[in-house]
């Protein structure tokens, strides 16, 4: 059985998604609920969590999933007696919709070449995607340095958003390991027996290499752009 507080918490998130997609802050519930400390709010949610009703998705800020309400913990066949609390909550409520919105956080792994080659250094840090810009798989973030791709939309300062991928068909954009030591992000090509990276940019000329001097690590899924 749940505690008063723990059915208050369970609708006002159900009611939350229902209206936004989105569950609600750490903030939103402690005010919600008219609690002290947001350490509350954590007691409530773990011990929601424990008993089955809500899941937290992984990699995700503000994510919160109701897998049932209350009312579904009654067993199949019994009718609730008319004092049971639990039984007092509305009807189990639709699924709730998959935000648009959700958050994912993805490793930002330093800065790519969009011009001569340069190091890809690999970093602790991460940045925060919406989940809609990316697909299936392993995702990770690079900033863009250089101009040799602003035909292609990629400019200075972006953030690359590339699954993860050791193979890449010909005209993808891929981030290119070269010579085991630099990286960039370019169109691939495959013209006798070689490796061609394109730039797309008429200032630069492609680069061509031997096949084992280049692995593709990636390619692109998205793009990511500060204005300041």
């Given at each position: 059985?749940?505690?008063?507080?723990?059915?208050?918490?369970?609708?006002?998130?159900?009611?939350?998604?229902?209206?936004?997609?989105?569950?609600?802050?750490?903030?939103?519930?402690?005010?919600?609920?008219?609690?002290?400390?947001?350490?509350?709010?954590?007691?409530?949610?773990?011990?929601?969590?424990?008993?089955?009703?809500?899941?937290?998705?992984?990699?995700?800020?503000?994510?919160?999933?109701?897998?049932?309400?209350?009312?579904?913990?009654?067993?199949?066949?019994?009718?609730?007696?008319?004092?049971?609390?639990?039984?007092?909550?509305?009807?189990p409520?639709?699924?709730?919709?998959?935000?648009?919105?959700?958050?994912?956080?993805?490793?930002?792994h330093?800065?790519?070449?969009?011009?001569?080659?340069?190091?890809?250094?690999?970093?602790?840090?991460?940045?925060?995607?919406?989940?809609?810009?990316?697909?299936?798989?392993?995702?990770?973030?690079?900033?863009?340095?250089?101009?040799?791709?602003?035909?292609?939309?990629?400019?200075?300062?972006?953030?690359?958003?590339?699954?993860?991928?050791?193979?890449?068909?010909?005209?993808?954009?891929v981030?290119?390991?070269?010579?085991?030591?630099?990286?960039?992000?370019?169109?691939?090509?495959?013209?006798?027996?070689?490796?061609?990276?394109?730039?797309?940019?008429?200032?630069?000329?492609?680069?061509?290499?031997?096949?084992?001097?280049?692995?593709?690590?990636?390619?692109?899924?998205?793009?990511l752009?500060?204005?300041?």
């Open positions: 059985m749940l505690t008063a507080k723990q059915h208050e918490l369970i609708r006002f998130i159900q009611q939350r998604l229902e209206e936004t997609g989105i569950s609600p802050s750490f903030e939103e519930m402690k005010e919600a609920l008219d609690l002290k400390s947001k350490s509350g709010v954590h007691r409530l949610i773990s011990a929601l969590e424990e008993r089955g009703f809500i899941r937290r998705l992984a990699n995700r800020a503000r994510a919160l999933e109701v897998i049932k309400m209350p009312e579904d913990a009654t067993p199949m066949g019994r009718k609730a007696p008319a004092n049971d609390p639990v039984a007092r909550v509305t009807s409520a639709p699924a709730a919709p998959q935000a648009a919105n959700d958050i994912i956080e993805v490793p930002l330093g800065r790519i070449a969009a011009g001569a080659p340069i190091e890809a250094l690999e970093g602790q840090s991460s940045m925060p995607v919406p989940a809609a810009l990316l697909g299936p798989g392993e995702h990770y973030a690079l900033e863009v340095s250089g101009d040799s791709m602003i035909e292609a939309g990629i400019f200075d300062g972006d953030y690359a958003l590339v699954k993860r991928a050791d193979t890449a068909r010909d005209g993808e954009i981030v290119a390991l070269v010579r085991n030591e630099e990286a960039t992000l370019k169109y691939l090509h495959r013209e006798n027996g070689m490796i061609r990276l394109d730039p797309a940019n008429g200032a630069y000329d492609p680069q061509v290499y031997a096949p084992h001097e280049v692995v593709v690590q990636g390619k692109l899924a998205g793009l752009r500060r204005y300041h």
